[in-house]
C-alpha cells in the first residue's frame, strides 16, 4: 500500500514569492491534515479536511495561506506571499475516520524563504 | 502554555543503557499515541493508548499510559543506535478540538 505522497521534497524560494505544496493521502482516508514544523518542534496542525470540508483551519494564517482539498483527494496548501518566518517543514497526514486520529504521514516539503 | 510537555527536551546515552522519556499534561485524553520521527522524515506511529493504566509492549519499547490519563511514559531497554530520532506524544484531548496535539518531542540520541 502506497504511503501519503508529497511534492516537492525540497522548494527554496525568495520572500514575497508564492508557493504550492501537494498531497496525495492513502487511499481510503477520509481525513487529510497540513502540518508546519519547525526546526526541533513538534507538528502544529494547520488545517484538517473530513473528506472536501476544511473542518479546522483555526491556526491555518488566512491572510497569506490557503488550502484546498478538491474531490475529497488530493490536497494543496499554497503561501503567497511567502515570509522568512514561513521557512519550515511542512507535513501532510491522512488518517481512517474512527481510528483514534492515528495519522500516517508524508516525509514532508522543506520550505526555506530566503 | 503547552498542552502536552515532554521531558526530557534532549537525551544522548551510549548503547545498551536504558532510558525513560515523559509525556505531561493537566489534561485528560481520550488516546495518546507516541511517534517516532528521523530526520528527512515524516512521523511514524509507534503506539496508541487508549485505556488509563494501559501497558503496550513493542519489542524493546514500553509505553504506559497514566491511570488519569494525563501523562504516559515510554521506556527503552538496552538501546540501540537504530533508536535515534525525534520521539513524539500526541492526543485527543477530552472535551477539547477532535485534532491531535503533539508535543515538543524528546530529541534522543544513541551513541554507539
Known amino acids: 500500500e502506497a504511503g501519503v505522497v508529497q511534492s516537492p521534497r525540497y522548494k527554496i524560494i525568495e520572500k514575497k514569492q508564492p508557493v504550492a505544496f501537494w498531497c496525495n493521502p492513502i487511499s481510503g482516508h477520509n481525513t487529510l491534515y497540513w502540518y508546519r514544523q519547525n526546526l526541533g518542534q513538534g507538528p502544529e496542525l494547520l488545517i484538517r479536511y473530513e473528506n472536501e470540508e476544511a473542518v479546522d483551519d483555526s491556526q491555518l494564517p488566512k491572510d497569506r495561506f490557503s488550502a484546498e482539498r478538491l474531490k475529497g483527494v488530493d490536497s494543496t496548501l499554497k503561501i503567497q506571499p511567502a515570509e522568512l518566518g514561513d521557512s519550515a517543514v511542512y507535513l501532510c497526514a491522512s488518517s481512517l475516520a474512527g481510528h483514534y486520529n492515528e495519522q500516517f504521514f508524508g516525509p514532508g516539503t522543506r520550505l526555506t524563504v530566503l | 502554555t503547552q498542552l502536552l510537555e515532554q521531558s526530557p527536551q534532549f537525551l544522548s546515552i551510549q548503547e545498551g543503557e536504558n532510558l525513560t522519556v515523559y509525556c505531561n499534561s493537566s489534561s485528560v485524553f481520550s488516546s495518546l499515541q507516541w511517534y517516532r520521527q528521523e530526520p528527512g522524515e515524516g512521523p511514524v506511529l509507534l503506539v496508541t493508548?487508549?485505556?488509563?493504566?494501559e501497558v503496550k509492549k513493542l519489542k524493546r519499547l514500553t509505553f504506559q499510559f497514566g491511570d488519569a490519563r494525563k501523562d504516559s511514559s515510554l521506556h527503552i531497554t538496552a538501546a540501540q543506535p537504530g533508536d535515534t530520532g525525534l520521539y513524539l506524544c500526541?492526543?485527543?484531548?477530552?472535551?477539547?478540538?477532535?485534532?491531535?496535539?503533539f508535543g515538543k518531542g524528546t530529541h534522543l540520541i544513541i551513541q554507539p
Open positions: 493508548v487508549v485505556t488509563g493504566g
Open positions: 500526541a492526543g485527543v484531548q477530552v472535551g477539547g478540538a477532535d485534532g491531535l496535539t
